[in-house]
DNA sequence: TGTACATCAGTGAACGCGCGTTCACTGATGTAC
DNA sequence: TGTACATCAGTGAACGCGCGTTCACTGATGTAC
């Protein structure tokens, strides 16, 4: 399955084309070893120095990959939020689209915050922005319900970290503990947030 | 660094040493793709072919590890509990404590819960019930707590899912994200207890 | 319009590496007589 | 007490594999004159 070249100037197109293979064998294969240069090139229909056109190295391409889907995730989001102006139910609807990528794509999702590779080191930083960008935003719902007096006084830092914990919990869990999703993962994340919610919002 | 070999008959010290030394290999070496055959073998200092004479394969190996993982968990939950009869306290401790066992031995948390080989396989059903046997403790907790009437009727599976979710978001966070940690683990731990605990418990 | 040439998107073959696993073996330890 | 022998805990060498990466190359595409 050779891939017709391309033609002049258009030698962007494989790199676009590397990146959606390697997304998508993450996706298929299932485990993040699978993803090999010689794959990647397999599936795109090209030889293994092909790749070294596009990505210095391994690392290059993979964080290539995060990238992209850090930006899938926040598209998840900003779909969820969108035409919400109430802060808490931002919260919620966030919270939900949350787990929802991770349900849709778990082997992204351990990529990015489950892997070694979610640590992000030094060199790597915008890819902690790129997820800051979804934490961020979040930080800045909760700041809302604080001036609004909705929650008691707290470090609004340690309160949306409270909730980020929450849901990669229940994301995390799913995508590991098959057991969990039997009893099902929306019944015990509709649990947790209103118990969560019954004890962060003032009555 | 050759190892003395065993004497007659003490050929399962050899097992024993290559399980801890896997453990090891794996906690100082942060990384589940270090703990190789050879570099078992290597620290242990024995050759590669000898592991085969105590297990298996690879397989096997890591499977045995994990149990005795799971057994070290067990430990820290046991001593947390021990001499406490309030079920809420109980409760409390056992989520202190299994958080603490992912700060002090990460890449063995990662191994358990959060590595593709955490998903419990068929063939491997004991892993399940050794993990479960801390699941189990945690869900009589919950049943205790129903039964006295201190939190709202509810499956109790449900309630025990959710709260394992909660100190499984804590530690994987704590563990994967270091900025976390800047803000001080037991602080969040202690917000987030606070707050699920305001919204479970009956006032 | 035709042709020499530079450029650019790839290819093909090879490198050295560490891996899991196998197989035939060795040599010390204990046992039987 | 001495010696032949079985057992047992390992060893040494080798297998085939897939990996990331490199290097010199090819051949189609566009450009200059």
Redesign the pocket.
């Known amino acids: 399955v050779?891939?017709?070249?391309?033609?002049?100037?258009?030698?962007?197109?494989?790199r676009e084309e590397i990146l959606v293979a390697a997304s998508e064998l993450l996706a298929k294969s299932g485990d993040e070893e699978?993803?090999?240069?010689?794959?990647v090139?397999h599936a795109v229909?090209?030889?293994?120095?092909?790749?070294?056109?596009h990505f210095a190295?391994?690392?290059e391409l993979l964080f290539a990959v995060c990238t992209l889907q850090f930006r899938t995730m926040g598209e998840y989001q900003e779909r969820a939020v969108e035409g919400v102006d109430d802060p808490s139910e931002q919260l919620f609807r966030r919270a939900l689209a949350y787990v929802q990528f991770g349900i849709d794509h778990p082997e992204h999702y351990r990529l990015l915050f489950m892997s070694h590779r979610a640590t992000p080191v030094p060199e790597h930083e915008d890819a902690a922005l790129q997820q800051a960008s979804g934490f961020t935003q979040l930080v800045g719902n909760v700041h809302a319900l604080l001036a609004a007096g909705l929650i008691a006084e707290e470090d609004p830092l340690v309160v949306a970290s409270g909730l980020w914990a929450l849901v990669h919990g229940v994301t995390a869990l799913a995508i590991t503990q098959p057991a969990i999703t039997e009893l099902g993962v929306e019944r015990l994340l509709r649990h947790m947030t209103s118990v969560y919610g019954r004890g962060l919002f003032r009555t």
């Open positions: 050779r891939r017709p070249r391309a033609k002049r100037g258009e030698g962007d197109k494989l699978a993803v090999s240069i010689r794959a090139a229909g090209v030889t293994p120095p092909s790749i070294y056109l190295d391994k690392d």
